[in-house]
């Protein structure tokens, strides 16, 4: 069964400047999470989707945005990118999201570096 | 607001010593406590924790959830340099959101 996957696996970007992360889930799951890991910060929950819907966001700006395609794969939108935001950026899927379908499983990563 | 609080932030230990992991949480609406161990880039799964008292194992690992005290603990029995890794408490809630604590790195010399 082949895992989450994710691309790009590394990204280059400059102050101010857009960017576009994408995430395919593992066959069969419906559920897609998107966490942000920040250099000696542990993982802080970014966004939830599920069926194509926006379930849950955690504390971050409006220019963090996303989407959820029919196929259940996943966008990870980030606006006006600042210094700030360089990160490894995660996905996570999972087959559902009642207890007992909801274990995460997460992907390798995008490496988004700010200059 | 929800927090996770893991505790040792890091931890050496030489092969074959037994280790304890601490988790704590405060969270609305707790649904589950997950264990999972980073080595590199992407977390991998290791346990699940919804009810209190019952101990989850899995070869050396093991780890059990107090849900009054709102703790759980990952033990590590005869540690090997391959359990040398960041091992990271995750809360879920019924709102779907995940809180993670910032890990326990862990160093196991030869």
């Known amino acids: 069964e082949a895992g989450v996957t994710q691309s790009p696996t590394h990204l280059i970007k400059t102050r101010g400047q857009q960017v576009t992360l994408r995430c395919s889930p593992i066959?069969?799951?419906?559920?897609v999470y998107w966490y942000q890991q920040a250099l000696g910060l542990g993982l802080q929950f970014l966004l939830w989707?599920?069926?194509?819907?926006?379930?849950n966001r955690g504390n971050f700006p409006p220019r963090f945005s996303g989407r959820q395609f029919p196929n259940y794969s996943s966008e990870l939108n980030v606006n006006a990118l600042e210094l700030e935001d360089s990160a490894l950026y995660l996905c996570?899927?999972?087959?559902?999201?009642?207890?007992?379908?909801?274990?995460?499983?997460f992907g390798p990563g995008t490496r988004l570096t700010v200059l | 607001e929800d927090k996770v609080v893991q505790s040792p932030l890091s931890l050496v230990v030489h092969e074959g010593d037994t280790v304890t992991l601490n988790c704590s949480y405060e969270?609305?609406?707790?649904?589950?406590l997950l264990w999972y161990k980073q080595e590199k880039k992407a977390p991998t799964f290791l346990f699940m924790l919804?009810?209190?008292?019952i101990e989850k194992k899995s070869g050396r690992l093991s780890s059990i959830l107090d849900k009054k005290e709102l703790f759980s603990i990952l033990n590590i029995t005869a540690t090997q340099t391959g359990d040398s890794a960041v091992y990271l408490c995750a809360v879920d809630t019924n709102a779907g959101k995940s809180t993670f604590g910032d890990g326990t790195t862990l160093t196991v010399k030869p």
């Open positions: 989707y599920d069926e194509g819907e926006e379930r």
């Open positions: 919804t009810s209190s008292g």
């Open positions: 996570a899927s999972s087959r559902g999201w009642v207890p007992g379908t909801d274990t995460q499983y």
């Open positions: 066959s069969g799951h419906t559920s």
């Open positions: 969270v609305t609406n707790f649904r589950s």
